[in-house]
C-alpha cells in the first residue's frame, strides 16, 4: 500500500518567507509526528498528533513554528518568516495504534527546506 | 527520562566481514527498542524492534540485533555486510509507560569499502 508522502521535496525560500509542508499519513494511521534533521545530526522531535487530542507541541523550536492537522488525515508544517537556521530536513511519520504496544514509526521520505 | 547514545559516529568495515552497530539506551521502565537505516536523501526506514519475549530479533536484509536488558544495549548486528549497507542508522527508545515519543541515538555512519 501507499506509504507517507510529503510535499515538496525540496524548497528553497528567502529569508522572512513563510513556508507550508506537507505530509500525508499512511491510511488508518492516527499517530503523526513531525521531526527535523539538520545536516549530519539526528532526529529532532516537533510535534505529535493523536486523533482529536490535543497535539504535544513541545518540540516545536518557537512561536514562527506550527502544525495542524484535520482529524487523521493530512497535516501541514508551517514556519513563518523563515530563517537560515531554519534550513533542514523536515520528516514526518505516522503509527498505528490499533495495537498500543510497540508499533514502529513510518517515514516519509522528506522535504528539504533551504533558506537562502 | 528515556535516552539512546551511539558511541560511534563512523563503522568502517569491509564486504564480507561481520558488521556491528553499537547502542546504548537508559530508561525509567521497561523499552521498546527500534532501528531504523536512511540512505542518503530518503527518509528513514524501519528494520527491526524489541517489544518483548527473544532477546535476539531478526529483521530486514539480513540484520539482527539482541536486547541486552544488564547491560541496557541493544547493538545491532550483520553476519557478512554489503556494499549497499552503508548507510545511516539510528537507534531508538521509548519507556512502555510512554504512549508515543520516541528518542533517537544520534546516528551511526556505516561505510562497506569493496
Avoid: M
Amino acid at each position: 500500500g501507499a506509504g507517507v508522502s510529503q510535499s515538496p521535496s525540496n524548497k528553497v525560500t528567502e529569508k522572512g518567507k513563510d513556508v507550508e509542508l506537507r505530509c500525508d499519513p499512511i491510511s488508518g494511521h492516527t499517530a503523526l509526528y513531525w521531526y527535523r534533521q539538520r545536516l549530519g545530526q539526528g532526529l529532532e522531535f516537533l510535534i505529535y498528533f493523536q486523533g482529536n487530542s490535543a497535539p504535544d507541541k513541545s518540540g516545536l523550536p518557537s512561536d514562527r513554528f506550527s502544525a495542524e492537522r484535520t482529524g487523521e488525515s493530512v497535516s501541514t508544517l508551517t514556519i513563518q518568516r523563515t530563517q537560515q537556521e531554519d534550513s533542514a530536513v523536515y520528516l514526518c511519520a505516522s503509527r498505528s495504534i490499533a495495537w498500543r504496544g510497540g508499533n514502529e514509526q513510518f517515514f516519509g521520505p522528506g522535504t528539504r527546506l533551504t533558506v537562502l | 527520562a528515556q535516552s539512546v547514545a551511539q558511541p560511534e559516529d563512523q563503522v568502517n568495515v569491509a564486504e564480507g566481514n561481520p558488521l556491528t552497530v553499537k547502542c546504548t539506551y537508559s530508561v525509567s521502565g521497561n523499552p521498546y527498542l527500534f532501528w531504523y537505516v536512511q540512505y542518503p536523501n530518503r527518509g528513514l526506514q524501519f528494520l527491526l524492534k524489541y517489544i518483548t519475549g527473544d532477546n535476539l530479533v531478526k529483521g530486514s536484509y539480513g540484520f539482527e540485533a539482541e536486547f541486552n536488558k544488564s547491560q541496557t544495549s541493544f547493538h545491532l548486528k550483520k553476519p557478512s555486510a554489503l556494499v549497499s549497507d552503508s548507510a545511516l542508522y539510528f537507534c531508538a527508545v521509548r519507556d512502555q509507560s510512554n504512549d508515543y515519543k520516541l528518542s533517537f541515538g544520534a546516528g551511526t555512519t556505516v561505510t562497506v569499502r569493496a
